[in-house]
């Protein structure tokens, strides 16, 4: 999984709970994503990271918040989880160093989480 | 474990046989492309991709083709193995800034 962890593999909490789910890659690439899976969807992103500190929304990013405060660690959290956050979540970084140019993207092994 | 292959089409291949796999993607403007291939309780793994300077591009076992005319995207197997069964999609970068789009998957399924 080129050099990539998550952390819990599998959760499950109760509706209203904070859940933070963690990112680690040792390849110190620049970019870090979280996306959701979910059947008859593909994946579809969170939020992602373009260096540390620098964060943005992707298409799905209501409910969650992301922190970057080292190359290596992307945290996605959230604040108060609810029944339609059950999903699988990946974790996925890319070396690219930015502009227009896109670079492929190498995914973490998933963490299931299950909100009842 | 969850199936993320439910209600994906499913191309059934005898062992052996080659395999294709289509994609249609929706931005003229794309100009990277990449396969991914997942097996069930997995991350997605990267298989091969290619840029919109070329049409083709070969690896191990695997030939993808890209005709940006008909905006449409193939993923060849050759000798089809056990292993090779997943669901595998693609991935098109339309927003810029290093970001992709992800079809929905094909579902394969190897017939020993």
């Known amino acids: 999984d080129a050099g990539i962890t998550q952390s819990p593999r599998h959760k499950v909490t109760e509706t209203g709970t904070p859940v933070t789910l963690r990112c680690h890659q040792t390849?110190?690439?620049?970019?870090m994503y979280w996306y959701r899976q979910d059947p008859g969807h593909g994946l579809r992103l969170i939020h992602y990271?373009?260096?540390?500190?620098?964060?943005d929304k992707g298409e799905v990013s209501d409910g969650y918040s992301v922190s970057r405060s080292k190359t290596e660690d992307f945290l996605l959290t959230l604040e108060s989880a609810t029944s339609s956050q059950t999903s699988v979540y990946f974790c996925?970084?890319?070396?690219?160093?930015?502009?227009?140019?896109?670079?492929?993207?190498?995914f973490g092994p998933g963490t299931r989480l299950t909100v009842l | 474990g969850e199936s993320v292959g439910l209600h994906l089409p499913t191309l059934s291949v005898q062992e052996g046989d080659n395999s294709i796999i289509n994609c249609a993607y929706s931005?003229?403007?794309?100009?990277?492309f990449i396969w991914y291939k997942q097996e069930s309780g997995k991350g997605p793994q990267f298989i091969i991709d290619?840029?919109?300077?070329?049409d083709k591009r070969q690896g191990q076992r695997v030939t993808v083709l890209l005709n940006k005319t008909v905006k449409h995207l193939s993923l060849q197997i050759a000798a089809t193995q056990p292993g090779d069964s997943a669901v595998y999609f693609c991935?098109?970068?339309?927003?810029?800034?290093?970001?992709?789009?992800f079809g929905k998957g094909n579902q394969v399924v190897v017939i020993p």
């Open positions: 990271s373009y260096g540390v500190k620098d964060t």
């Open positions: 390849e110190n690439h620049r970019y």
């Open positions: 290619i840029r919109s300077n070329m």
């Open positions: 991935a098109e970068s339309i927003y810029g800034n290093n970001r992709l789009a």
């Open positions: 931005n003229s403007a794309s100009d990277y």
């Open positions: 996925a970084i890319s070396e690219s160093t930015g502009g227009r140019r896109t670079d492929t993207q190498y």
